[in-house]
């Protein structure tokens, strides 16, 4: 990690962090029955878009019997999980819906 003299990370110095990726049960599951049934795990993981190290995660914990629904020892439950993620739509609705009543209002005036 580069810094300046005054300790401040420099712009690009840094890796950016990317937010972590949530799958559902239903894809991690698909994934294991791919590879269960004969495909290689880089194969596999290929064809879904997930990370090599990710699908042998999923196996491995499958084997153990721990592969879970709602991941990493969460306490949510699966209507739960879909509430928050409905939440997050509708917010992303509503925000598209404002952008667009906002657009539209400014090129209704444009034509007058």
Not at 32 to 44: C, F, I, Y
Not at 82 to 98: D, F, G, Y
């Amino acid at each position: 990690m580069h810094s300046t003299m005054y300790g401040e990370p420099q712009k690009g110095s840094e890796m950016e962090r990317r937010p972590r990726k949530i799958y559902t049960f239903t894809i991690k599951m698909e994934a294991v029955r791919l590879v269960v049934s004969g495909k290689r795990v880089t194969e596999a993981a290929r064809i879904l878009g997930v990370h090599e190290q990710t699908l042998s995660n999923w196996i491995k914990a499958h084997k153990a019997g721990k592969l879970m629904p709602n991941g990493r020892g969460s306490k949510l439950t699966a209507e739960q999980i879909e509430i928050r993620n409905l939440r997050a739509e509708l917010a992303r609705v509503k925000m598209e819906r404002s952008i667009l009543s906002t657009t539209t209002t400014s090129f209704l005036r444009g034509q007058r």
